[in-house]
């Protein structure tokens, strides 16, 4: 197969399209066309996305997978799905409807298929795309100036900075923004995306780094104490600083991450987005 000239698609907005063609059919390399052309923000490789899709099976024409079935559009970062996703998507705009035909190099070949999904190995995919959102990849909002006496937090190209200085460490959680985002309250059960970094109080050494991430994305309620309580009630988009003591964070310390018995830890947390669970 050339081109895709060769798929008919029937494109519903909001709804599950259909693709019909000559099956089964093969591409040697990712191609994408838009079918309704948006005016968003464009697309780039390792962009979080936000979309809802149908995935269809160039071999029998069968559909495989579909966001529209569970009646919600699904968010991921481009680097950590299929390389056809990325190849394909990347340059187009949000609000544009997107057609991709990607090869099994670029689909599931690397895992000797999906069987789960009836995908084999060789087997060509094709996904037409509504892409909704684009996740930002740092805090936006209003900017706030914290009280005095406690560490300071500088931006550096490669993320955060934090100086403890002559701060006094907390002996209860501390949650303060640094920058208020306009986006939604935050609640418990929400699932989460953000990029943070951490340090240890007792030697101000970085302890975590998930900032270089597009974005780490889990349920709220499966992270620390602090993290639960902190996130509560502040709004997606903001940038927080969060001092955890002990009980708060690791009460026991975390061989794991090098983090001692007794350590009060620092958080310089991106909450980018919010949603949901």
């Known amino acids: 197969m050339k081109s895709l000239d060769e798929l008919k698609v029937d494109a519903k907005q909001g709804k599950e399209s259909t693709v019909t063609g000559a099956w089964p059919l093969k591409i040697d390399k990712t191609q994408s066309t838009v079918l309704k052309k948006g005016s968003g923000a464009k697309v780039k490789a390792d962009s979080t996305v936000t ?19 569970c009646g919600q559009a699904v968010t991921f970062p481009l680097q950590q799905v299929v390389p056809g996703f990325s190849k ?43 892409i909704k959102e684009l996740t930002p990849t740092e805090a936006t909002g209003e900017k706030v100036d914290p009280p005095a006496g406690l560490p300071t937090v500088s931006m550096a190209k490669d993320g955060p900075k934090v100086n403890i200085g002559k701060a006094s460490k907390p002996s209860k959680l501390v949650t303060q923004p640094l ?3 306009k986006g939604n309250k935050i ?14 109080w007792s030697t101000g050494k970085v302890v975590d780094d998930g900032y270089d991430d597009p974005g ?14 902190g996130l509560a ?5 903001s940038r927080l600083l969060i001092i955890a003591p002990p009980n708060k ?12 018995k007794g ?3 620092i958080y310089v947390i991106d909450v980018l987005r919010a949603e949901k669970g």
């Open 51 to 69: 979309l809802d899709y149908v995935g269809v099976n160039a071999r029998d024409g069968k559909v495989f997978d579909s966001s529209y079935k």
């Open 88 to 130: 394909g998507l990347a340059g187009h705009r949000v609000g544009d409807q997107v057609l991709v035909m990607m090869p099994g190099s670029d689909g599931y070949d690397s895992g000797g298929g999906r069987p789960d999904a009836g995908i084999q190995k060789g087997d060509s995919l094709i996904f037409v795309v509504e």
């Open 179 to 181: 920058i208020k985002g």
């Open 187 to 200: 609640t418990a059960d929400d699932v989460v995306t953000v990029k943070y970094r951490s340090w240890a």
């Open 216 to 229: 780490i994305q889990g349920m709220l309620q499966q992270t620390i104490p602090a993290w639960q309580e």
């Open 233 to 237: 009630g502040q709004t997606a988009g």
């Open 249 to 260: 964070a690791y009460p026991e310390g975390s061989p794991d991450k090098k983090v001692k």
């Open 263 to 265: 350590e009060t830890m």
